[in-house]
Nanobody, 123 residues
Framework: QVQLVESGGGVVLAGGSLRLSCTAS????????MGWFRQAPGKQRDIVAA????????YYVESVKGRFTISRDNAKNTVYLQMDNLKPEDTAVYYC????????????????WGQGTQVTVPS
């Protein structure tokens, strides 16, 4: 079993930055496919970014390319989402997710989920 806990959310002005953290326990996530998802009010939860355990394959949804960066620190069993140049449309609950191995493809199911952290960018 893998337990995931997100932190780092908050309220930030448009153009600002936040770094979300997702710390895992129960098992090393060094070989896991890790993903960040978000869910805005009234919308479905959707992928934001993903990073394979091989640290070669990454995926970003088009709307965050060039602004968000997913990274991991295996020594800390933690995955990060650096979010720069935030926009009001980035407002959502952000979730961390983990799945054993492989790379991200649309529709890939993640087994383990965190509880989410709120990010608000006022318009």
């Amino acid at each position: 079993q893998v337990q995931l806990v997100e932190s780092g959310g908050g309220v930030v002005l448009a153009g600002g930055s936040l770094r979300l953290s997702c710390t895992a326990s129960g098992r090393s996530i060094s070989t896991y496919l890790m993903g960040w998802f978000r869910q805005a009010p009234g919308k479905q939860r959707d992928i934001v970014a993903a990073r394979a355990g091989n640290d070669i394959h990454t995926y970003y949804v088009e709307s965050v390319k060039g602004r968000f960066t997913i990274s991991r620190d295996n020594a800390k069993n933690t995955v990060y989402l650096q979010m720069d140049n935030l926009k009001p449309e980035d407002t959502a609950v952000y979730y961390c997710a983990a799945e054993e191995g492989g790379i991200y493809s649309r529709g890939r199911v993640f087994k383990y989920w965190g509880q989410g952290t709120q990010v608000t960018v006022p318009s």
